[in-house]
T-cell receptor, first 117, second 117 residues
Framework: GAGVSQSPSNKVTEKGKDVELRCDPISGHTALYWYRQSLGQGLEFLIY????????KSGLPSDRFSAERTGGSVSTLTIQRTQQEDSAVYLCASSLARDTSPNQPQHFGDGTRLSIL | SQQGEEDPQALSIQEGENATMNCSYK?????LQWYRQNSGRGLVHLIL?????REKHSGRLRVTLDTSKKSSSLLITASRAADTASYFC?????????????????FGQGTILTVHP
């Protein structure tokens, strides 16, 4: 597609359940990022992918959070045993690799609004 | 933690007026970017200014960067009701991980701009 696509757009689930959030980046963008946006914390970096590998996972808040990327394209962010503090908007962004194109902006999807009851 | 601090937190103006938003940051940067976010949507890249640049223009947008003061400003001239949104500055720091370099973005808390018709 023309832009970054995220699904679902909204997700409501009960505390303790697992959730999977999907991101489909812009075709040809090898760099992919996940961010979390919440009222108290603003926009926080979670993880960076280059191709299928994740050289920077420093923003994942706990071991309940994991992410993978396959085929250098679609990425899935999984949250296990969800807690109420996981409620937030999860944003995905993609860009060209910096090595080939420095100072690239990141292109964001519209996010998944996650609500934990 | 958020590196950038933006002020004001909220700005309310009339159509036709100019809007100025400021951003301060704490560490060295490679570039600074401004993004806009409409309610319920993802972030849209507006403009990028490199650390060796002092001013940049794009349409009705003017961005300045003062690396000695670690601050930037975004000016929107002749504002329109459609400019109503949240505006975020993001500082980019070049990092190396897993054999690749990438620009890691750290966002400010944002300024909520309301333009009244």
């Amino acid at each position: 597609g023309a832009g970054v696509s995220q699904s679902p757009s909204n997700k409501v689930t009960e505390k303790g359940k697992d959730v999977e959030l999907r991101c489909d980046p812009i075709s040809g963008h090898t760099a992919l990022y996940w961010y979390r946006q919440s009222l108290g914390q603003g926009l926080e970096f979670l993880i960076y992918f280059q191709g299928n590998s994740a050289p920077d996972k420093s923003g994942l808040p706990s071991d309940r959070f994991s992410a993978e990327r396959t085929g250098g394209s679609v990425s899935t962010l999984t949250i296990q045993r969800t807690q109420q503090e996981d409620s937030a908007v999860y944003l995905c962004a993609s860009s060209l690799a910096r090595d080939t194109s420095p100072n690239q902006p990141q292109h964001f999807g519209d996010g998944t609004r996650l609500s934990i009851l | 933690s958020q590196q950038g601090e933006e002020d004001p937190q909220a700005l309310s103006i009339q159509e036709g007026e100019n809007a100025t938003m400021n951003c301060s940051y704490k560490t060295s940067i490679n570039n600074l970017q401004w993004y806009r976010q409409n309610s319920g949507r993802g972030l849209v890249h507006l403009i990028l200014i490199r650390s060796n640049e002092r001013e940049k223009h794009s349409g009705r947008l003017r961005v300045t960067l003062d690396t000695s003061k670690k601050s930037s400003s975004l000016l929107i001239t002749a504002s329109r009701a459609a400019d109503t949104a949240s505006y975020f500055c993001a500082t980019a720091l070049d990092l190396n991980a897993g054999g690749t370099s990438y620009g890691k973005l750290t966002f400010g808390q944002g300024t909520i701009l309301t333009v009244h018709p």
